[in-house]
């Protein structure tokens, strides 16, 4: 079982940054991806970003292209999501997951995720 728990959610305003953290207890051959997931209520889950964590590719969704940053460190199990220029419509609670190849941001594709962490843009 992989265990992901995410941390540095907050209250900011708009235009300003934040970053997200995930730490992993630990990854298998079904968690070659990691991704962030957002969720606003009354509204599905959503795919913001993924990275394969071999070679560093990432995808992003449309609506945060050239604002959010996905990253990891291999050293510390961790996956970062920066995020900068950020906007009411971020608001929501964001997941981490870890997933099988290929990357997608599609929520169906990821078999573990972690508890979430709430981002308040506002």
């Known amino acids: 079982h992989v265990q992901l728990v995410e941390s540095g959610g907050g209250l900011v305003q708009p235009g300003e940054s934040l970053r997200l953290s995930c730490v992993a207890s630990?990854?298998?051959?079904?968690?070659?991806?990691m991704g962030w997931f957002r969720q606003a209520p009354g509204k599905e889950r959503e795919g913001v970003a993924a990275i394969y964590r071999e070679g560093d590719n990432a995808v992003y969704a449309d609506s945060v292209k050239g604002r959010f940053t996905i990253s990891q460190d291999h050293a510390k199990n961790t996956l970062n999501l920066q995020m900068h220029s950020l906007k009411s419509e971020d608001t929501a609670k964001y997941y981490c997951?870890?997933?099988?190849?290929?990357?997608?941001?599609?929520?169906?594709?990821?078999?573990?995720w972690g508890q979430g962490t709430q981002v308040t843009v506002s």
């Open positions: 630990r990854f298998t051959a079904s968690t070659g991806c």
């Open positions: 997951a870890a997933g099988p190849w290929p990357c997608t941001v599609a929520t169906s594709s990821y078999k573990y």
